[in-house]
């Protein structure tokens, strides 16, 4: 069981973390139904690892990230102060300026420039916004 999911995938030696999900209870697995209750952006995933290499959602090993359980106990905590039950399944979506895993930002951004094409996560923005009705026509980058 984890709170905290997302998808890896390795590419010419770097790894790019993508869908990263924060889970406001212990989960045995994502669903297609899961409820996005929420957003963040942040610059570039950064220490926490994958636990295979999957390609598919798989729980994070958070290995010193802070961001991740910090934004959790955030909204957990919005939650009890507003007195309202944690949704079931629910999820706060982390989107990215970039997804190449790296904490150290200045070594980060000079590997993105190698990509004439970086990997990036579509689907977040698109679930997110999409909750927003109306037809999602993504902006050129996106």
């Known amino acids: 069981m984890s709170q905290f999911w997302?998808?890896?995938?390795?590419?010419?030696g770097e790894t790019f973390?993508?869908?990263?999900?924060?889970y406001l209870k212990?989960?045995?697995?994502?669903?297609?139904?899961?409820?996005?209750?929420?957003?963040?952006v942040g610059k570039n995933p950064g220490s926490a690892?994958?636990?295979?290499?999957?390609?598919?959602?798989?729980?994070?090993?958070?290995?010193?990230?802070k961001l991740l359980p910090?934004?959790?106990n955030i909204i957990t905590k919005a939650y009890v102060e507003a007195n309202m039950p944690l949704p079931?399944?629910?999820?706060?979506?982390v989107l990215n300026l970039f997804y190449l895993c790296n904490k150290n930002l200045a070594q980060a951004l000079a590997s993105i420039e190698k990509f004439s094409e970086p990997q990036l996560?579509?689907?977040g923005l698109l679930d997110i916004l999409?909750?927003?009705g109306g037809t999602i026509r993504p902006a050129t980058g996106l």
């Open 6 to 12: 997302a998808k890896f995938l390795s590419i010419d």
């Open 17 to 22: 973390r993508l869908d990263t999900r924060i």
């Open 26 to 40: 212990d989960i045995d697995a994502p669903r297609k139904g899961d409820l996005c209750v929420g957003a963040i």
């Open 49 to 65: 690892k994958e636990s295979t290499s999957s390609g598919e959602l798989q729980p994070i090993e958070l290995d010193g990230d």
């Open 70 to 72: 910090t934004v959790r």
């Open 88 to 93: 079931e399944r629910g999820y706060v979506q």
């Open 121 to 123: 996560c579509k689907s």
């Open 130 to 132: 999409g909750g927003f």
